[in-house]
């Protein structure tokens, strides 16, 4: 165990949680001509896939369920719990209308990790690896939540800034990758190696960006996704992802310190913005109030002196661990943080990776919209109208502004949507839709409006000869004791001359319903009027 830490020693981390949440976008399944709503149906068509659909406590009885699933249950407000949990039945059958569902992998054991070149490799258990898909969205999360116990401040800071990068931003003159893990292993529960970080492998994502236009996925984050594929990434699979949010994922903390008073401002704004060992600390007057939760950053309370960190893309409680409530994993604060604290955080960015996928599927249906061909601008209101439909869906079924009554639940939620500002995206992307939607309806009628117009000329024209010849019930030809040969050659006769003329009459109609107009217009003179029926054949250039 390590020793408690004295005045004169640095801070120790004795227990720390790392949650990365990285949010992508699901591409539409190639051959499918309707929207897939149900990917991880997917996912268990996958002969090899490592993923299992979770039965968690809600779906595989009694046994299973605690206290601690009860209170992050009522926690939030019954919509939220109906999209977290669905809409409960009988014995066995709860949850079965939840719009979220949990697929995990069990193979992964263990994270060794080396922050930079030298440094002593460390060791982290991984907790769970999950995939996170979301009823008619096409968007699925990768959750790796890892721990480990007794690190010092400063090498805890660095996990956090270094570790959850999906690619290396850069590489140094030494060709060291920039900002991520010197390296990172994956290990199973004997210790072997499944995967590694190719990350100081430059030439391949150079080569990578150069071919596809798009980033390369470091090895080890890709063996995770698995059977999951980049879509530049040129292999096949059915499930295929792209990159929606920056490359560095979404993260929680939770960190367990003897002494919380002990750590400066410094070393809060380094957590609460997750910037590292070391980092420059900025000129952050306004720290306090934009980013700290300190309710209970008293030294009284089951708790004392815990404070929450918030930015937007990272949630970070910071609390004393000789406080029992603090470290407890079935009523405290762990509890929370893994519970009810963890859902808000999912659902704050769920909303945002939502908004950015419509906003990107928006984009991609103008960029292949092509005017001057039927079909591609068939496939585009296609589009269009599948997307507006799929936001309507999101709009009433995920999109709302509280989550919680309880303080604590709602003020982290309101902080969380505040510095993601989903609420402005939300009105970017409906004026987007709507105005997509409002070019379509308008088309729409012009289309409707230009057959009314035809149909109105071909009607008008065919009135007279229609009036003419039933006038009375007269028939110019006396045909009809002929022989049926005559009648018949007669009937044809008329049948294509009539079908001719009508052919002619909708080619004609738009001059001619140019003409109805100067007709109509009592202001225009009697050759004007002429001059307008002689356009229909000669118009003016």
Known sequence: MTPPDTPTTPPTVRHMRQVLLWPLRLMPVAGESAQVSRHWELLTQVADSPWREVVDEYTGGKEGFHERHYNEFVTFL??????????????????????????????????????????VPLLLDVVHVDLIFFLDVDVVFLNVELAIDGLPLSVAQEVLYRFGRGYPSGWDADGQALHCMASAEWLDASGQVLASSDAQQRERFLAHVCEHRAPRIAA????????LVDDRSGHASTLRFRQIEYYRMPLMAYLAIDDPRRLSRSDFIRLGLVGGAG?????????????????????NGAAPHTRYLCSGHSLVVVGDTNAHFYTCGDRGVLAQFRHQHFLLFVIAHFQKAALLMFADRLAEALRRLDVGNTGSVRRFKRSIRTCFESFLRFTHRYWFHEVAEQAQTRA?????????????????????????????????????????????????????GTITTGFLGMNLLAEADAPLPRRLAVFGVVFVATT??????????????DFLDALSDEQLSAWQKLRALVGVWWPRG
């Not at 009628?445 to 057959?451: D, F, I, K, V």
């Open 500 to 513: 001719a003329l009508t052919v002619y009459t909708i080619a004609k109609s738009k001059r001619l319903s």
């Open 78 to 119: 019954p919509y939220v719990q109906r999209f977290l949990y669905g809409e409960g039945g009988t014995t066995g059958e709860a949850g079965h209308g939840a719009a979220m569902r949990v697929f995990r992998r069990r193979d992964v054991a263990q994270a060794r990790v080396v922050t930079r070149p030298g440094e």
């Open 279 to 299: 980092g420059a600390e900025g000129d952050i007057a306004d720290f306090e109030q934009r980013h700290c939760y300190d309710r209970f950053w008293t030294d």
């Open 220 to 227: 080890h984050w890709a063996y995770l996704l698995h059977p």
């Open 412 to 464: 982290l939620f309101r902080m969380c949507a505040q510095h993601l500002q989903t609420d402005a995206l939300y009105a970017e992307v409906r004026e987007r839709v709507g105005e997509m939607n409002s070019y379509l309806d308008a088309d729409s009628l012009r289309r409707q409006a230009n057959t009314v117009v035809r149909l109105t000329v071909v009607t008008i024209l065919g009135l007279v």
